[in-house]
């Protein structure tokens, strides 16, 4: 980013640019952020944090063709005249440059009509007080021309420039963006910029999946994600695009756990650390997801939620998708919270075959649903939820160890299986070769074993067409 500045800079010396560039947003909040709050901004993978943004007063499409005209970007620049910006990208860096102006909207719509402005009016209409200052590009002065970015950063506030009601009835996806900031940076939110959340919510509506989704994740992915998930939920707009989260609050359990659903889900995903990635977060925020539908309570007052990691995967699968989640991505999601109980059941008395069955059952997600199995358990009661989930990792590693590399797979395919036994294809074939395949998990069978097979292949079909035959 540093780079692409110092480009701009000297391209700009001694023409009638030069002092009337300003760099604003992200890149200049982040020199006055509290030290903690500094190093979050810096682990962020937000895309604002990389790029850069420049204001003029003038017109950027012609300064992008400037630019341009003289080599500091080698492609030709994007222009977007309806908003009066330009893209360009110089190295690395993409660097939008904007003309300052005014916005106003229609109501079904964030895309603003604009019109030509003043530098104050532009850092007016942005979004918070926070990313209004300007940084002379020439010079270095820096301007807070609201009076109150630099007092804001200074006392960790997240607050609107202007009425925040009018900020989010023009561009509602800024309710989100308000609780994003929040929830990374570690600040809190005004107090009157709070309400107009609560009273704007429902303005949600007008917003896209995609980018709901995508502010949503960078709420999940950040280290305090279990407190802007609060903020989502106290403000209403969890409950605008994810009705099915906001109603796990209050939903009481049985004794193998501490807390209501909607708290242990909180600490569930506490106990997933960012670094693990989206996909264990997105199943340690649903994975419970189905026990609002599937609570009962039995004669003697015990608390049940039977099935509900099947209806917990389906409901998951309908929520990721009308959020746009790349299918693969919701797959796995899915599998994991219908298979999230299972890690959790073991015991030592287990058998070997067990230990296989589930590393057969599971395969590329094993490592995944012990992890999420140990966050989950970490948010239960300790006194009634204990399972030995590192004696477990020693049995798997020795079952492993045990087959060498090799799969749990019948050592015999579909056209093998056919032309051993003469017959042709159907569902008959498909279950020979899971009954060989469950013969390798048990150990009756080795692995790769092909003529051991086929004796077990012939015994078991002749054993079936002999008690078929008995019947009829």
Not at 364 to 377: R, S
Request: charged share 30%; proline share 4%.
């Amino acid at each position: 980013m540093q780079h692409a500045l110092t480009i701009l800079r000297e391209a700009t010396k001694n023409t009638p640019y030069e002092g009337k560039l300003y760099v604003v947003g992200g890149a200049v909040r982040a020199k006055y952020l509290p030290p903690d709050s500094r190093n979050r901004h810096a682990e962020s993978s937000e895309t604002e944090n990389e790029d850069v943004d420049i204001v003029l007063e003038g017109n950027a499409l012609e300064l992008a063709e400037f630019l341009f005209s003289k080599g500091v970007c080698k492609h030709k620049p994007v222009a977007y005249p309806r908003f009066g910006t330009a893209m360009i990208t110089i190295g690395n860096t993409q660097v939008e440059l904007a003309s300052a102006r005014k916005e106003s909207y229609e109501p079904t719509s964030r895309k603003p009509y604009t019109e030509p402005a003043t530098l104050l009016d532009d850092v007016m209409r942005r979004d918070f007080t926070i990313n209004t200052l300007l940084e002379n590009l020439h010079t270095g002065e820096v301007m807070d021309l609201t009076g109150k970015a630099l007092a804001d950063i200074r006392d960790r506030i997240i607050r609107t420039p202007r009425d925040p009601e009018k900020t989010f009835e023009e561009d509602p996806l800024r309710m989100l963006r308000a609780i994003r900031f929040a929830t990374r940076l570690g600040f809190s939110i005004h107090e009157e910029t709070f309400n107009a959340i609560r009273s704007m919510a429902h303005r949600l509506e007008i917003v896209s999946p995609e980018r709901i989704r995508d502010e949503f994740v960078k709420i999940l992915m950040s280290a305090n994600a279990a407190w802007g998930l609060e903020k989502l939920l106290e403000s209403s707009l969890l409950q605008q695009f994810a009705p099915e989260l906001a109603a796990m609050r209050g939903v009481t359990q049985n004794v193998y756990h501490l807390y209501d659903v909607w708290t242990h889900t909180l600490k569930t995903v506490e106990a997933i650390s960012p670094d693990e990635g989206l996909l264990l977060r997105l199943a340690a925020l649903l994975h419970d997801i189905g026990k609002v539908q599937t609570r009962t309570v039995d004669e003697q007052g015990n608390v049940h939620f039977y099935g509900h990691q099947t209806v917990g995967a389906k409901m998951a699968r309908d929520f990721l998708q009308r959020l746009r989640f790349p299918n693969s991505l919701i797959d796995k999601v899915a599998f994991l919270i219908l298979m999230h109980l299972r890690v959790g059941e073991y015991h030592n008395q287990w058998s070997d075959a067990a230990v296989r069955r589930l590393i057969r059952d599971l395969g590329d997600l094993l490592e995944e649903a012990i992890k999420l199995t140990q966050a989950d358990k970490a948010a239960a009661n300790p006194d009634a939820a204990y399972v030995d989930l590192e004696e477990l990792k020693r049995r798997i590693a020795k079952v492993r160890e045990e087959m060498s590399g090799r799969q749990f797979v019948s050592p015999l395919n579909g056209n093998e299986i056919m032309a051993v036994l003469g017959i042709g294809p159907g569902p008959e074939v498909g279950a020979l070769k899971a009954f060989l395949e469950s013969e390798v998990v048990d150990g009756r069978l080795k692995p790769g074993d092909k003529a051991a097979a086929v004796e077990l292949l012939r015994r078991k079909y002749f054993e079936n067409k002999s008690a078929q035959d008995s019947k009829s």
